[in-house]
Nanobody
Framework: QVQLVESGGGLVQAGGSLILSCTAS????????MAWYRQVPGKHRELVAS???????DYVDSVKGRFTISRDIAKNTVYLLMNNLEREDTGVYFC????????WGQGTQVTVSS
């Protein structure tokens, strides 16, 4: 089964930046269309950014202009650059395919303090 490993989270002040990385054990996943999801306690896992099989990015309105999703196919890795972080961005971030076909990893915790 394809493994997904997220990293790069941490504690940051509001207005700061973080770069998350997601490495997949299969190139097939990276080129199929990937997404970053955020989960906060008591809420469903929410898709916040995606990159299609042809590399087209898309974002939920709350992160547009602040987050950038990208990928490095040679490294089987998808990134999420998060700028101008807000408290509402706090949560555990996961990566998976857009259709959620992969096994969920551990995620990486992002905590934004005011």
């Amino acid at each position: 089964q394809v493994q997904l490993v997220e990293s790069g989270g941490g504690l940051v002040q509001a207005g700061g930046s973080l770069i998350l990385s997601c490495t997949a054990s299969s190139l097939r996943f990276i080129i199929s269309g990937m997404a970053w999801y955020r989960q906060v306690p008591g809420k469903h896992r929410e898709l916040v950014a995606s990159i299609s099989d042809i590399g087209t990015p898309d974002y939920v309105d709350s992160v547009k202009g602040r987050f950038t999703i990208s990928r490095d196919i040679a490294k089987n890795t998808v990134y999420l650059l998060m700028n101008n972080l807000e408290r509402e961005d706090t949560g555990v971030y996961f990566c998976n395919t857009i259709s959620r076909t992969g096994a969920w990893g551990q995620g990486t915790q992002v905590t934004v303090s005011s």
